[in-house]
């Protein structure tokens, strides 16, 4: 036959059979099958004839037109490639039509790979190899572990498909995520590529597949990093079409069936059955044996014990009397006719029923009904609020006669396909427990859904306020092994927190979360008597844990347990209640509102009485709505000199990022620890935001500071990958220079210093508690002169706690800044004043140092003024000395000579004195008389030179001591000698 139409390949098998078929035996129909060759460009094909084994027979039959590429058969069909046409599976078979199927995993069918690898950027040491998927008989399970591990599997698709499969994901810790990679390398879209978690059961996944060759990638990387063992993913029932036509039908694996011809896919068989590979029934097992559904074998049944029966009430009746029921596990499994074994103790004995619960009201027929809009109740009948209160709606459940509507329990077990059972907690009366398990590690679980929330009118809500609803529950635990109970807060579709978790045996105690953003949330309680994966057992089945009291407030749709009491302003009986004004609290039973002091907020969710009223911490002020205090970032501290310093820290208002030094866990991944801080600002300042990227949650937590776990990770086609936000503050307690403020400390011994300046330290507190925080987390920012540190986020931790905390529950950092320095002030800068040059001098001011501040006033500009030099001062200076010596001189000389004159005067007087000794002339007059001026004038003022004048003052002092007093000549009418001047 020429080679025309068919592919080279069918060519070349066809001249091989013709040289050869001479010396060969002619083939049979069971020597030979029928392959399609590949199609053309015209979606055209042919039929050929392919020995089973190569040179054993000649006499194949001709190559034949096949069926377009595009044809395919129905579900349940199989194409017969010898009449090229679609037949029925047989009983015990099944067939996807253009699909494959696999669904047993007793090892890694033909044509999937899995890996581990090491997705940790900068550390090479990690070793993943044996960090895989791995077969467990009915499904695949995921690593545990910080590696990344990897399942693919390549198909290529004649026309468009869809891959579809079951998954359980229960544990966010685990990042999961199913993409597609095309022949272009394209991925599927993101949005679609991350699994959301799982509730109670297995979850059903399907996607479209686009003709061409396909690669399908599961991927998970466990994020446990602080000690908690994560939970693996599980993986089954994987489904694909538009794969190439499918010339046979599969056997329906062990545990399933097929009765009819024609079928899509095979039947689990049912509790106590069993089936082998291609059974068209299911066998019953005999009598003292039992099998789960889907099993491929039955076993002995254990005997009965205690553990395997539970007890329950049945509702109350007219009479408001329950009977007390006790009833096997579902599946009954356990043998009564075995010796020792347990009987199940008679029902049937009457018990009065507990109260209703808080909200709902008892009616005729001795249920419960929830009261009527406005009503509350107590537990027996509903009853209008009063005048000037209103009801506060919630869900109150102390009773548990019946399991409430908005509540439900489910068991999920690993350890088969499908379970029949579903009762995991059951009512008891005064608490609802756990009921004995078939499997130690099976999930007990407990939901609850909330639709939503809203404040009471009397409480005012605005940005500051951080608790919107809070759920508070009571519970107890008593375990033998390792058991754990599980608390989680599923905020949507694609994520299940755990929000908290207790190990082991529990004493009875009460735990409360805060509520913080108005969505719809399932709160879930799961009980797992051990940790240990795919433990099979009942040896701690009498394990158990008990819930007493669920309480859950300020719920839309909910019931009123109590009335509060409105202000007197709104106290008319068709009024809305509305709150007292900003900044007043509640007389109790008056509905008075009355003014808090001064710089003080109101307690939001209970503004009753004068506790309501807190005053803001130090250096801090309330904001608008009374709510909350706040800090401005500026402040004034007085130090221990008395000298006060003034702060300015806005330029460290906005939000700032920081990481703690790595870590690793024991198997390699490195780790740290992400904060974000928002210092301080002014009302409607953004807030410090954390957020989950594991998962699709996206979920934020914001506060004053913020923590989370990051990690470095070139997966999910980002750098890093963030998981488990919390706040650890929330409120901001006060800003000072003081070591301890409100019951907090900040460390002084981890942040030595040595400069003079005090350190300012931001106090911070988070309504948040946990197990190992039951007082709630604590922050303090210890600010930090330094005013060489030009970066804006230079935040230290402790050296002695690297991760920023020693106890897991209070946060100390150390922020240095040049603008943690207190604002520059004259005092802080002094003058030099220059000599003078040529008539110029500069005075200049500089910086004391160390420089201790920063910003506030400016280093006043050099000043420059005129000025004398020292050689004219000199001059000067000699000039008037000179002009001093004369005047000296001249003013010794007048008072030298008025010293003359009265010594003449003075010798005048002694010689008219009389001839009596001791007596003295009296004087004529008291003043000088005529004529005596002329005469001093004459003896004395007449012009000698100044040697002349001492040698005559020389001579006039006699040998007896007197100064002689020359007379005038006889020309001028005085007497010559003594008779003269006697006579005179």
């Known amino acids: 036959m020429p080679c025309v139409r068919p592919g080279w390949s069918a060519c070349l098998l066809w001249l091989l059979f013709a040289l050869t078929r001479a010396d060969l035996p002619m083939c049979k129909e069971s020597d030979y099958h029928f392959e399609y060759t590949d199609c053309d460009i015209l979606g055209s094909r042919w039929r050929v004839a392919v020995p089973n084994k190569p040179n054993t027979c000649t006499g194949l039959p001709d190559p034949v037109k096949g069926t377009q590429c595009t044809f395919s058969c129905s579900e349940g069909e199989f194409l017969d490639m010898r ?107 993101s949005e679609r590529r991350w699994m959301k978690i799982s509730d109670n059961d297995w979850s059903h996944y399907n996607i479209n597949l686009n003709k061409g060759n396909n690669v399908l990638y599961w991927r998970t990387t466990a994020y446990a990093v602080e000690g908690n063992s994560a939970k693996s993913v599980l993986l089954r029932n994987i489904a694909i079409s538009g794969v190439a036509y499918t010339s046979e039908c599969f056997h329906c694996k062990p545990g399933t069936c097929s009765a009819k011809p024609g079928s899509a896919r095979c039947t689990p068989c049912p509790a106590d059955s069993f089936s082998n590979k291609g059974a068209t029934v299911c066998q019953q097992c005999e009598n003292e044996k039992y099998a789960e559904a889907g099993s491929d074998n039955c076993k002995p049944r254990p005997v009965c014990t205690n553990s395997d029966y539970f007890y329950t009430h049945t509702p109350c009746d007219s009479k408001g009397q329950t009977q007390l029921m006790y009833k096997w596990i579902e599946p009954k499994i356990c043998s009564e006719s075995t010796d020792g074994a347990a009987t199940l103790p008679a029902s049937g004995e009457m018990q009065t029923c507990p109260p209703c619960n808080p909200g709902f009201f008892v009616t005729n027929s001795s249920t419960c009904e929830p009261c009527p809009h406005g009503l509350y109740s107590n537990g027996t009948a509903c009853t209008k609020c009063p005048a000037g209160t209103e009801p506060l709606v919630g869900f109150e459940y102390k009773w548990w006669n019946k399991m409430p509507s908005n509540m439900e329990s489910a068991v999920f077990s690993q350890e088969y396909s499908d379970t029949d059972r579903n ?112 433990s099979m057992g009942r040896k701690s089945s009498a394990d158990v844990a008990k819930i007493y009291s669920i309480h859950i407030t300020n719920v839309v749709g909910g019931v009123a347990s109590k009335c509060r009491q409105c202000a007197l302003g709104s106290s008319k009986a068709d009024s809305a209640c509305v709150p007292c004004p900003p900044g007043h609290y509640m007389v109790n039973g008056t509905g008075d509102c009355r003014s808090c002091p001064p710089n003080s907020f109101i307690r939001a969710e209970q503004p009753i009485g004068e ?66 801080v928002g210092l301080c600002g002014k009302e409607g300042r953004e807030l410090a935001a954390c957020v989950d990227n594991v998962t699709e949650s996206r979920r934020v937590v914001r506060g004053y500071a913020c923590q989370s776990t990051v990690v470095p990770s070139d997966i999910r086609g980002q750098s890093v990958v963030s998981s488990q936000p919390s706040v650890i503050g929330d409120t901001l307690i006060g800003v000072t220079t003081d070591t301890t403020l409100s019951h907090i400390s900040s460390l002084v011994e981890s942040f030595p210093t040595g400069s003079s300046l005090p350190d300012v330290i931001f106090y911070y507190r988070s309504s948040e508690t946990t197990q190992a925080c039951k007082q709630g987390r604590s922050t303090t920012i210890r600010l930090r002169c330094n005013p060489t540190e030009t970066a804006k986020d230079h935040i230290s931790l402790p050296s002695n706690c690297s991760e920023g905390t020693c106890d897991g529950c209070s946060f100390h950092f150390l922020w240095e800044s040049q603008h943690a320095c207190p604002l520059c002030t004259k005092n802080h800068y002094r003058e030099i004043v220059s000599a003078c040059i040529q008539g110029i001098q500069k005075t200049t001011y500089v910086w004391h140092q160390p420089l201790q501040c920063y910003g506030g006033v400016s280093l006043p500009a050099q000043k420059v003024s005129a000025c004398v030099t020292l050689d004219f001062w000199l001059k000067f200076g000699v000039s ?70 001492i040698k005559s003052f020389s001579r006039e002092r006699t040998s007896d001591g007197f100064d002689s007093v020359p007379l005038k000549s006889s020309s001028s009418g005085l007497p010559r000698d003594e008779d003269d001047l006697d006579d005179s």
């Open 83 to 189: 009449s090229q046409e679609c037949q029925k599976c047989a009983a015990g078979t099944y067939s996807l039509g253009t699909g494959v199927a696999f669904d047993e995993w007793e090892s890694l069918p033909s044509g999937f790979v899995t890996h581990g690898m090491n997705m940790n950027i900068g550390d090479s040491h990690t070793n993943c190899s044996n960090s895989t998927w791995i077969p467990k008989g009915d499904y695949l399970a995921s690593n545990t572990d910080e590696c990344t591990a990897t399942l693919s599997y390549a198909v290529s698709l004649k026309k468009s498909g869809t891959v579809s499969f079951d998954y359980f994901y229960p544990d966010s810790s685990i990042y999961f995520e199913f993409y597609v990679q095309n022949d272009q390398c394209q991925s599927t879209d």
């Open 423 to 534: 009762t995991a907690w059951e009512v008891a009366g005064e608490y609802i427990y756990t009921t004995p398990g078939d499997q130690d590690s099976e999930y007990m679980r407990l939901s609850l859904s909330v639709p939503g929330y809203r404040l009471p009118l009397s409480m005012a809500k605005d940005t500051e306020r951080r608790e919107l609803s809070k759920i508070t529950f009571v519970f107890e635990t008593q375990c033998t092994a390792d058991c754990s109970l599980y608390f989680m807060a599923g905020y949507n579709q694609w994520n299940n927190d755990i929000v908290e978790q207790w190990s082991g045996s529990n004493r009875k105690q009460s735990y409360t979360y805060l509520i913080q953003s108005n969505v719809t949330i399932t709160f879930t309680w799961a009980f797992q008597r051990t940790v240990v994966p795919y």
């Open 611 to 676: 506790t309501a009223c807190i005053l803001c911490g130090p250096n801090t002020h309330r904001n608008k709505a009374h709510s909350a205090c706040l800090s401005d970032c500026k402040l004034d501290v007085q130090t221990s000199r008395g000298e006060f310093l003034h702060y300015d820290f806005s330029p460290l208002a906005n939000v700032t990022s920081f990481q703690s030094s790595p870590r690793f866990t024991s198997k390699g991944l490195q780790y740290l620890h992400h904060f974000s």
């Open 880 to 949: 008037t000395g000179m002009v001093a010596a004369v005047l000296l001189i001249s003013i010794s000389c007048y008072f030298w000579k008025k010293t003359r004159k009265l010594q003449y005067k003075y010798s005048k007087l002694m010689m008219s004195s009389g001839d009596k000794e001791c007596e003295l002339h009296a004087a004529d007059s008291c003043a000088i008389m005529e004529g005596e001026d002329a005469e001093d004038d004459l003896i004395y003022l007449t012009k000698k030179s100044f040697f002349t004048k």
